[in-house]
Protein backbone atom coordinates (compact mmCIF):
# COMPACT_ATOMS: atom_id res chain seq x y z
CA UNK A 1 0.00 0.00 0.00
CA UNK A 2 1.13 3.26 -0.41
CA UNK A 3 3.18 5.52 2.27
CA UNK A 4 1.63 8.82 3.98
CA UNK A 5 1.57 11.27 3.03
CA UNK A 6 1.75 10.55 -0.75
CA UNK A 7 1.77 13.11 -3.61
CA UNK A 8 0.69 13.25 -7.43
CA UNK A 9 -0.20 15.88 -9.79
CA UNK A 10 -1.08 16.79 -13.60
CA UNK A 11 0.90 15.65 -16.46
CA UNK A 12 2.94 18.77 -17.00
CA UNK A 13 3.69 19.37 -13.20
CA UNK A 14 1.40 22.58 -13.37
CA UNK A 15 -1.10 21.05 -10.49
CA UNK A 16 0.42 19.51 -7.43
CA UNK A 17 -1.40 17.64 -4.51
CA UNK A 18 -0.49 16.11 -1.41
CA UNK A 19 -2.56 13.77 0.35
CA UNK A 20 -2.67 13.26 4.30
CA UNK A 21 -4.39 9.93 5.22
CA UNK A 22 -4.56 6.09 3.74
CA UNK A 23 -7.57 5.81 1.01
CA UNK A 24 -10.39 3.82 1.83
CA UNK A 25 -10.67 1.70 -1.36
CA UNK A 26 -9.26 1.59 -4.72
CA UNK A 27 -11.58 0.29 -7.47
CA UNK A 28 -11.63 0.45 -11.52
CA UNK A 29 -14.68 2.10 -12.91
CA UNK A 30 -16.05 1.16 -16.07
CA UNK A 31 -18.60 3.67 -16.87
CA UNK A 32 -18.83 5.67 -20.10
CA UNK A 33 -17.75 8.63 -18.32
CA UNK A 34 -14.95 7.68 -16.84
CA UNK A 35 -13.64 6.29 -20.58
CA UNK A 36 -14.44 9.88 -21.58
CA UNK A 37 -12.69 11.20 -18.68
CA UNK A 38 -9.84 9.28 -19.32
CA UNK A 39 -9.76 8.73 -22.82
CA UNK A 40 -9.03 5.43 -22.10
CA UNK A 41 -11.04 2.06 -21.11
CA UNK A 42 -11.70 3.13 -17.75
CA UNK A 43 -10.50 5.02 -14.38
CA UNK A 44 -8.43 3.85 -11.80
CA UNK A 45 -9.47 5.92 -8.43
CA UNK A 46 -8.65 5.80 -4.66
CA UNK A 47 -11.11 7.43 -1.98
CA UNK A 48 -9.83 9.76 0.63
CA UNK A 49 -10.97 11.55 3.20
CA UNK A 50 -11.48 15.39 1.70
CA UNK A 51 -9.87 17.32 4.40
CA UNK A 52 -6.65 15.15 3.80
CA UNK A 53 -6.31 16.53 0.16
CA UNK A 54 -4.50 19.75 -0.10
CA UNK A 55 -3.65 21.01 -3.68
CA UNK A 56 0.17 22.44 -2.98
CA UNK A 57 0.94 24.23 -6.44
CA UNK A 58 -1.73 25.27 -9.18
CA UNK A 59 -5.21 26.34 -9.32
CA UNK A 60 -7.24 23.18 -11.13
CA UNK A 61 -10.26 24.01 -13.22
CA UNK A 62 -13.47 21.54 -12.68
CA UNK A 63 -16.40 20.79 -14.68
CA UNK A 64 -19.92 19.44 -13.37
CA UNK A 65 -21.93 16.51 -14.66
CA UNK A 66 -24.67 13.73 -13.71
CA UNK A 67 -23.68 10.90 -12.97
CA UNK A 68 -25.23 7.73 -14.58
CA UNK A 69 -26.48 6.63 -10.44
CA UNK A 70 -27.94 10.69 -10.46
CA UNK A 71 -25.34 11.97 -8.33
CA UNK A 72 -23.70 15.64 -9.28
CA UNK A 73 -19.85 14.79 -9.89
CA UNK A 74 -17.75 17.68 -10.31
CA UNK A 75 -14.42 16.51 -11.81
CA UNK A 76 -11.21 19.31 -11.14
CA UNK A 77 -8.58 18.97 -14.05
CA UNK A 78 -5.79 21.28 -14.62
CA UNK A 79 -6.52 23.59 -17.35
CA UNK A 80 -2.80 23.49 -19.50
CA UNK A 81 -2.43 20.00 -19.63
CA UNK A 82 -6.23 18.70 -19.28
CA UNK A 83 -5.32 15.65 -16.68
CA UNK A 84 -8.26 14.87 -14.99
CA UNK A 85 -6.91 14.94 -11.25
CA UNK A 86 -9.83 14.38 -8.70
CA UNK A 87 -13.93 13.86 -8.52
CA UNK A 88 -16.23 14.88 -5.72
CA UNK A 89 -19.72 13.15 -5.38
CA UNK A 90 -22.34 14.66 -4.30
CA UNK A 91 -23.21 11.16 -2.62
CA UNK A 92 -20.25 11.58 -0.53
CA UNK A 93 -19.20 14.99 0.44
CA UNK A 94 -16.60 14.14 3.04
CA UNK A 95 -14.76 12.12 0.48
CA UNK A 96 -12.67 12.73 -2.57
CA UNK A 97 -12.49 10.58 -5.40
CA UNK A 98 -8.46 10.95 -6.62
CA UNK A 99 -7.47 9.40 -10.44
CA UNK A 100 -4.62 7.21 -9.47
CA UNK A 101 -3.00 7.64 -12.61
CA UNK A 102 -1.88 11.15 -11.20
CA UNK A 103 -0.15 9.75 -8.57
CA UNK A 104 3.37 10.10 -7.88
CA UNK A 105 3.52 6.55 -6.88
CA UNK A 106 0.70 4.81 -8.66
CA UNK A 107 2.31 1.42 -8.25
CA UNK A 108 1.31 1.24 -4.74
CA UNK A 109 -2.09 1.20 -4.96
CA UNK A 110 -3.95 -1.89 -5.21
CA UNK A 111 -6.63 -2.47 -6.43
CA UNK A 112 -9.77 -4.68 -5.49
CA UNK A 113 -12.60 -4.11 -6.68
CA UNK A 114 -14.49 -3.04 -10.15
CA UNK A 115 -17.93 -0.90 -10.91
CA UNK A 116 -20.11 -0.35 -13.59
CA UNK A 117 -18.76 -3.50 -15.32
CA UNK A 118 -22.34 -3.57 -17.17
CA UNK A 119 -20.64 -0.82 -19.04
CA UNK A 120 -17.24 -2.68 -19.68
CA UNK A 121 -15.15 -3.25 -22.62
CA UNK A 122 -15.78 -6.52 -24.02
CA UNK A 123 -11.68 -6.95 -24.11
CA UNK A 124 -10.76 -5.91 -20.54
CA UNK A 125 -10.14 -8.80 -18.28
CA UNK A 126 -11.22 -8.89 -14.49
CA UNK A 127 -9.21 -10.36 -12.11
CA UNK A 128 -11.51 -13.61 -10.91
CA UNK A 129 -10.20 -12.33 -6.48
CA UNK A 130 -11.40 -8.60 -7.21
CA UNK A 131 -15.33 -7.28 -6.14
CA UNK A 132 -17.47 -7.12 -9.14
CA UNK A 133 -20.43 -4.55 -9.83
CA UNK A 134 -22.67 -4.19 -12.28
CA UNK A 135 -23.11 -0.82 -11.26
CA UNK A 136 -22.03 1.43 -8.67
CA UNK A 137 -19.87 -0.56 -5.42
CA UNK A 138 -21.19 -1.43 -1.90
CA UNK A 139 -18.23 0.46 0.10
CA UNK A 140 -19.85 -0.50 3.62
CA UNK A 141 -17.20 -3.22 4.23
CA UNK A 142 -14.17 -0.81 2.65
CA UNK A 143 -15.26 2.12 5.11
CA UNK A 144 -16.26 -0.35 7.79
CA UNK A 145 -14.01 1.77 10.04
CA UNK A 146 -15.29 4.87 9.48
CA UNK A 147 -18.94 4.29 8.37
CA UNK A 148 -20.08 7.73 8.82
CA UNK A 149 -17.93 9.11 5.42
CA UNK A 150 -20.36 7.44 3.36
CA UNK A 151 -23.16 9.39 4.31
CA UNK A 152 -24.49 12.62 2.29
Keep these: MIEIPFEGGCRCQTIRYQCSAAPFVAYTCHCLECQK ?12 PVESF ?34 DNSARPRMRTVMVGTLDRAQDIEVSAHIWTSRRLPWVMLPADHRIFEKGGDWRPDYAHDPTRLEG
Design 37 to 48: ITSSAFATCIHV
Design 54 to 87: TVITGSPSANERISDAGNRLTTSFCGSCGSALVV
